[in-house]
């Protein structure tokens, strides 16, 4: 008599979990069909594709699209964080030439911005769109950037990390009194790193030095999450390298026309006094780049730069 009873008690038990499977499933089958749906709605809304930004316009308002999304507005957000990177990522195949991921300004990327603000009016807490905004969009509209930056900071008031990225597009437009107000206000939030307030002084006093440059590519490869904005930061901090070198060897070159009157005819000639300063040289002489890439003479000049094969940016 124990186990049908047992039995009798655990069969409604078994049937509230089945209706829970079976609600939890349908949430999600519904969550998928409204993304889908809205998909088709907004691409039955435009002509076939062309590159030109007349058919890349966003067809809802962000606040349109929030409505529409109705309880799914995460997934919609990924979907148009897709959009973004498929976006730019057209654009970038279509270019040609080299390019940074910090200055995309040639790529006439208009629609950026518009694409960053649904994503983060659709999911508010959409980190990794902020940061994208901070680091591609000051070159394309750097008050759109600063706007998208304080819309993340309003909306998530306990992460720090957005008044670093605030910080940083006020720096790389040379505002550094304010980038120093971001990097002070960031340091007041819970959790941030001492490194925050160092920043603040150091854009008050040094803002444009090379050294607050390489503590900011620094900071950023080791804070970020996202592999081609740490490629980036790997990217500026050799091209500091290289300045550094390329000033140090200018130095050595000057100092060998003063004493010959005349500008080094090849490498070989200052070899050993390239090693004796720590730089790196190659079998023939010349000195190497961060990349391993011999710098080229440019005798006419008497300076080094950079051989264009070099992954180091020029600019």
């Known amino acids: 008599m124990r186990r049908a009873d047992d039995t009798q008690e655990a069969t409604p038990v078994r049937h509230r979990q089945r209706w829970r499977d079976l609600s939890l499933a349908l949430v ?3 969550g998928m069909t409204a993304v889908v749906l809205l998909s088709r709605w907004m691409d039955a809304r435009r002509p076939a594709f062309v590159v030109r930004e007349a058919d890349e316009a966003l ?8 409505r529409m999304s109705l309880a799914f507005n995460g997934l919609v957000a990924d979907w148009y964080w897709l959009r973004t990177l498929q976006y ?3 654009k970038l195949d279509a270019y040609q030439g080299d390019i940074q991921l910090d200055d995309l300004s040639p790529l006439a990327i208009q629609q950026l911005s518009p694409l960053l603000e649904q994503a983060t009016t659709l ?3 959409f980190m990794a769109a902020y940061e994208y905004g901070a680091v591609v969009l000051p070159t394309i509209d750097a008050e759109a950037a600063i706007r998208l930056t304080r819309k993340g900071i309003e909306a998530n008031p306990q992460e720090w990390r957005l008044h670093n990225y605030l910080g940083y597009i006020y720096w790389q437009r040379g505002r550094f009194q304010e980038a120093s107000a971001a990097y002070r206000e960031g340091a007041e ?3 941030a790193p001492n490194w925050m307030r160092a920043m603040a002084a150091q854009m008050e006093i040094k803002g444009g030095s090379r050294e607050t440059a390489r503590t900011l ?6 804070e970020s999450q996202d592999e081609q904005v740490r490629q980036l930061a790997l990217n500026r901090l050799a091209q500091l390298d290289s300045l550094d070198e390329r000033e140090r060897i200018g130095q050595l070159l000057e100092n060998f026309r003063a004493r010959a009157g005349r500008c080094v005819a090849d490498w070989r000639e200052l070899t050993l006094t390239l090693q004796q300063t720590g730089l790196r040289v190659d079998a023939s002489g010349a000195p190497l780049d961060p990349a391993g890439v011999p710098y080229v003479l440019d005798a006419s000049r008497c300076a080094a730069r950079l051989d264009a094969r070099s992954p180091v940016p020029q600019k």
Request: hydrophobic share 35%; proline share 8%; glycine share 8%.
């Open 88 to 90: 730019v990522g057209r």
């Open 123 to 125: 999911d508010p807490k």
């Open 189 to 191: 939030v819970a959790g």
């Open 217 to 222: 590519y620094r900071n950023m490869y080791e």
């Open 59 to 66: 067809y809802v308002s962000p606040q349109t699209a929030r």
């Open 28 to 30: 999600i089958l519904l």
